[in-house]
């Protein structure tokens, strides 16, 4: 859980950081070439940090069940602190890339790690994948929450220094935790819907890896893969540029912190009275709406726990297809009717985490679990990592109605793939 939210918390600080460096730079120099600085552009950046998150979860997956994952969590903390630290000093969006480049490769690990923990060492699984996603949710809402507010008093790259110093901390933490990681298969867990394949340690070899590959993708978990993709596009297609977005919309003005707090307060923190600082109402929607998606986290685990998961895919992505058509019809309506989108929106986001979670779960094999989650991540967040980049290009050359369409598209896609998997196992 500790992990989960240091993962998150700077998985969601991104997104803040976006809209500064919007401003900040204008051109991104390769050497042999320059870039302008524009949604687009800054979309692909994000998109290779945010892609190898995604990516190096396969391999994570098979390390997991060579290795363990206190070795792989302890790793992800340590590189994910160092990430933070060499972003807080990049001089250019070069190097701004590396940062997440090193970010992304570290936390790839994680999610594989942590959720074959869980499934495998906790017998109540909805339960425990939920507590596990509230975890991931007060990282996902506190992480920005708290960066916006650093944000206002200190600069981004001291800012990102400072956020550098929990994971290293928790990563002395991890490194000397202890507990039973096959608890629930020792219990007796059942061996999926793919009790033909080898359950004992993992893959060995590249031969094993892709008999044990064939396996996963000749049965149904072909159709949860597709369900994953789905839920990182949408995922990522809504959060990367939402704080820049937001700021379009009237009653997301910046507001001068000079009009916000009494002269002695200002001077208690530093700020000159006449300066041009000021707060973004947009960071902090931003960090609300992912803050209350722990409602939904809970929600959903405590659902598979008691219903079929399938028809929990089903509604919760049919759920998300509606928010996304009236999202923009709501922010046009005032401030009102968008925080009631806005909250429903970051429940809907993540009650469907533990429910394809658990399906995973399902439809997988106990000793090949890593790198089922392997697969998972690789969807959700390799190739969900797309999702940054498709927004980037439809909000610079096309409409942000535009943007809702495709994503309501992702989860249109993503409902009806649960809801036959539903019938095909009533």
């Not at 940090?49 to 098979?62: C, I, Q, R, S």
């Not at 909805?126 to 996603?133: I, L, P, Q, R, S």
Request: aromatic letters at 10%; charged letters at 10%.
């Amino acid at each position: 859980m500790l992990a989960h939210g240091m993962v998150h918390t700077y998985e969601l600080a991104v997104p803040i950081f976006v809209a500064i460096w919007l401003v900040e730079f204008s051109v991104i120099d390769l050497g042999i070439a320059t870039f302008e600085v524009t949604t687009a552009t800054l979309g692909v950046v994000v998109t290779i940090g945010y892609g190898l998150f995604g990516l190096g979860a396969l391999p994570g997956g098979v390390l997991v069940d060579r290795v363990g994952s206190r070795r792989l969590i302890t790793a992800c903390l340590v590189g994910m602190g160092t990430s933070f630290i060499l972003l807080s000093l990049a001089p250019s969006v070069v190097v701004i890339t590396l940062a997440l480049v090193v970010w992304g490769v570290s936390a790839s690990v994680y999610h594989p790690a942590g959720l074959s923990l869980i499934s495998k060492g906790v017998s109540e699984r909805g339960t425990g994948f939920a507590y596990h996603g509230i975890a991931g949710n007060l990282g996902i809402g506190l992480g920005p929450l708290l960066t916006a507010t650093m944000l206002l008093v200190l600069d981004w790259q001291t800012v990102a220094g400072i956020l550098s110093v929990p994971a290293l901390a928790a990563a002395l933490y991890a490194s000397q935790a202890n507990f039973d990681p096959e608890a629930a298969v020792e219990a007796g867990e059942g061996d999926g819907d793919g009790g033909d394949s080898k359950a004992d340690s993992g893959v060995e070899s590249l031969d094993e890896f892709l008999a044990e590959s064939r396996k996963l993708f000749a049965g149904s978990f072909v159709l949860v893969f597709l369900v994953v993709m789905c839920s990182g596009l949408y995922y990522r297609g809504f959060l990367t540029f939402l704080p820049e977005l937001l700021g379009r919309l009237p009653g997301f003005e910046p507001i001068p912190l000079a009009a916000l707090l009494p002269a002695p307060v200002l001077d208690l923190v530093g700020i000159d009275p006449a300066s041009s600082d000021t707060l973004a109402p947009s960071d902090y929607f931003y960090s609300g709406l992912l803050l209350i998606g722990v409602v939904g986290q809970y929600a959903g685990g405590k659902l598979t726990d008691r219903f079929p998961v399938e028809y929990g895919i089903a509604g919760g992505f049919g759920s998300l297809v509606v928010l996304a058509l009236v999202f923009l019809p709501a922010a046009a309506l005032g401030i009102g009717p968008l925080l009631v989108v806005g909250v429903l929106m970051g429940i809907s986001l993540f009650i469907v985490q533990p429910m394809y979670q658990a399906t995973v779960a399902e439809y997988t094999p106990a000793g090949t679990r890593g790198l089922s989650y392997g697969y998972t991540y690789l969807g959700v967040f390799g190739v969900g990592a797309l999702g940054g980049t498709v927004a980037g290009v439809v909000l610079q050359y096309l409409t942000e109605p535009a943007l809702f369409l495709v994503l309501a598209g992702f989860a249109t896609v993503a409902s009806l793939v649960g809801l036959y998997l539903g019938r095909q196992n009533a």
